[in-house]
């Protein structure tokens, strides 16, 4: 019987935890940060080195990582100069980040 | 056996309660281990460039150039870069057991203000590199070329200009990116910010899975003699191999000429493979045909031959560590004289932020 009445009891529990776990959406203009499974994580990666090898390595053997807001202005800069296209540079940050 | 299910009863309620607790922890916390932020982190300034030191013997002469070349990035704001490169370089000489003399210079490359307006276009102001071929723009950094003398051709095609730009790149289909940057410049004659008037285009189009990409450039001026200058590049980088090649064609009233060029990382040699993936050999063959009229020699860093020349190159880089690379070339000079260049040397890339960078 008790089992029961915590068995009932906690179902709100599991279910409100659920739901603090879903991805929220983003609101009005806040900064879309999106939120992606550890699956699309590691396909964007993958995608983000091989657009890295395909533009950056025309020109450069391939640097180490820099920490991520050095690396946003490195791509910027780079998206400019070597006229690489806004998925290649999302996508390289990407890559360059983790 | 009795007492033991009354104990088991007992906890019985505990242990669900507890299962429960962790089953609203697990999926509470399992996206927040997961979860991973592709918006972009807040780009903060930063002080990059490269600095060198190398030696030429040239036809009996050696010459010493030490060099640092400081790249400024401020990016303001989603859309803004200011950017900004200067060079400073020695040029020091001795003859046949002559004592070294020679001057240090300086030069203001770019100062360019970008406004990235779309996926498609970037707005450019200010001073920036003429957009002609390929090395001028991509390969010039000391820590990038693979050979540290430049191109016979590379004066037909180098330069900066002051004026606006408009440039981008975008996918034209799932294989194939097309890039381009047209511009037009006023005419300057302060020594610093010397520029010519004119306007000039380039196009290239990049093939993802072969990674190669084929573009052309062109240029008018819009002076007196309303000159027109005239190229062609080609990059490929044949992915199952370490092999890097590039070529450029140009044309102008100065003259004509090509350079192909190859490097070819040694990282699929199994023997010794921490140090043969470091190296790197490296050969160009280039041609030079003079043209109707000399390119005044306004004592800058590079100079045209003053005749027909054919020039082999063969050279070998070590990279040290990542952005410190050691080099060695030899050249032999084919024009009116004959003789052989030698050219070793350190070069180092840098990089820090100007403010506090996040991370790492």
Redesign the interface.
Known sequence: M??K???L??IP??V???W????KKSEGNA????????DD?AA?RLEGEKRF??NC?????A????????????V??M??????????M?LV??YM?? | MQHQSKSEVRRAPRLALYALVCLWFFPSTVPLLVAQTVDYERPVPILTGNAGYFTTEDNGTTELVPEVIPVLLVPLGDRWLIESRAEFYGGFDSAKGQPYSGKISKDLDYLQADYIANRYLTVTAGRFLTPFGIYNERLYPIWIRDLNQVPLIFPIESGSSDGVMLRGGFPVSSWANLNYATYFSSENTNATLESDRGFGTRAGIFFNRPRLELGTSWRKELTDERHNAFGLHFAWQPPPIPLSLHAEYARSEYGSGYWIEGAYRLSQIQGWNQFMRRTEFVGRMQQYFSGAEKLADSGGKYSLPHGDTQQPDFGLNYYLKDGLKASASYARWLGHHNWNTWTYGIAWRFAMPLRHAGGQ
């Open positions: 008790k089992t009445i915590a068995i009891a906690g529990i599991l409100s935890g659920l603090a776990g879903a991805p900064p879309t940060a999106v939120v992606i499974n550890s994580s964007m090898r395909a390595g025309r020109c450069h053997a640097p180490h990582k820099f920490p991520p807001r050095m690396m946003a202005t490195i910027r800069h998206r400019v100069r070597a006229t690489i296209t806004d998925q290649d999302r940050l990407y980040t983790q």
